[in-house]
């Protein structure tokens, strides 16, 4: 979507600026010639890229900011978890010790 994003800024600007007479690879390879710009320009500008693009199995789209920013967020809730999982145990465990928790009494919430 990004790519998709830039190459139509870049048409937009190509077509206002009046003196590029040559569009950059990275743009070209995004065209599909075949189409007639004035009949469908979303066609014309993103065609060989929507041609060839292919979605990795287990992605309903690609927008490589967000899904970066998901694998990110994912590493960080790991981190999370696996720092507070023995902290978790131990304050479980201490609530079945009723043993320890009748010998005390209200002394720990005094």
Same mark, same amino acid.
């Not at 075949?34 to 469908?40: E, F």
């Not at 927008?63 to 023995?86: C, H, M, W």
């Given at each position: 979507?990004?790519?998709?994003?830039?190459? $139509?800024?870049?048409?937009?600007?190509?077509?206002?600026?009046?003196?590029?007479? #040559?569009? /950059?690879?990275?743009?070209?390879?995004?065209?599909?010639?075949?189409?007639?710009?004035?009949?469908?320009?979303?066609?014309?500008?993103?065609?060989?890229?929507? #041609?060839?693009?292919?979605?990795?199995?287990?992605?309903?789209?690609?927008?490589?900011?967000?899904?970066?920013?998901?694998?990110?967020?994912?590493?960080? $809730? #790991?981190?999370?978890?696996?720092?507070?999982? /023995?902290?978790?145990?131990?304050?479980?465990?201490?609530?079945?010790?009723?043993?320890? $928790?009748?010998?005390?009494?209200?002394? /720990?919430?005094?």
């Amino acid at each position: 979507m990004v790519k998709v994003l830039i190459s $139509l800024s870049v048409l937009a600007a190509a077509a206002t600026a009046g003196s590029v007479t #040559k569009l /950059p690879e990275s743009v070209t390879k995004l065209i599909d010639y075949s189409i007639n710009p004035c009949d469908d320009f979303y066609q014309y500008a993103c065609g060989a890229w929507y #041609k060839d693009v292919v979605i990795p199995p287990g992605r309903y789209l690609i927008d490589t900011a967000f899904y970066e920013i998901g694998i990110r967020i994912q590493a960080v $809730l #790991k981190k999370i978890y696996s720092d507070n999982k /023995p902290k978790l145990g131990e304050f479980y465990n201490s609530c079945l010790d009723t043993a320890t $928790l009748s010998s005390l009494g209200v002394t /720990p919430l005094e």
